[in-house]
């Protein structure tokens, strides 16, 4: 059964620094995208954030991000990593990994395997 299970959120200052960790299981990880998505509130569709390619070729990031994030991957052990720094008050949200097996693009509607989420709070 596929699952992806993220973890590293908490609580933490403005301009402060988190890695988000994204752990796989039952996927070749090399045939699927990672991607990153969060959701500061119900209803909307997920915000992208970023997403990797299955051979780490190629990423993308929100336009939000401004060289604040990192996103990689280490398939040996089926993780994806999101290096948050910089991160301000409107980075609030759930955090949730997610998987395609198209390529990397950060539409939520392509992505068929969802994780819980992790809940990132900016506050001082």
């Known amino acids: 059964q596929v699952q992806l299970v993220e973890s590293g959120g908490d609580l933490v200052q403005p301009g402060g620094s988190l890695r988000l960790a994204c752990v796989v299981s039952d996927l070749t990880m090399d045939y699927y995208a990672i991607g990153w998505f969060r959701r500061q509130a119900p209803g909307p569709a997920p915000e992208g954030v970023a997403c990797i390619s299955g051979d780490s070729t190629s990423s993308a990031y929100g336009d939000f991000v401004k060289g604040r994030f990192t996103i990689s991957r280490d398939n040996a052990k089926s993780t994806v990593y999101l290096q948050m720094d910089g991160l301000e008050f409107g980075d609030t949200a759930t955090y949730y990994c997610?998987?395609?097996?198209?390529?990397?693009?950060?539409?939520?509607?392509?992505?068929?395997?969802w994780g819980q989420g992790t809940q990132v709070t900016v506050s001082s």
């Open positions: 997610a998987a395609t097996a198209r390529q990397c693009a950060l539409r939520s509607d392509w992505f068929g395997y």
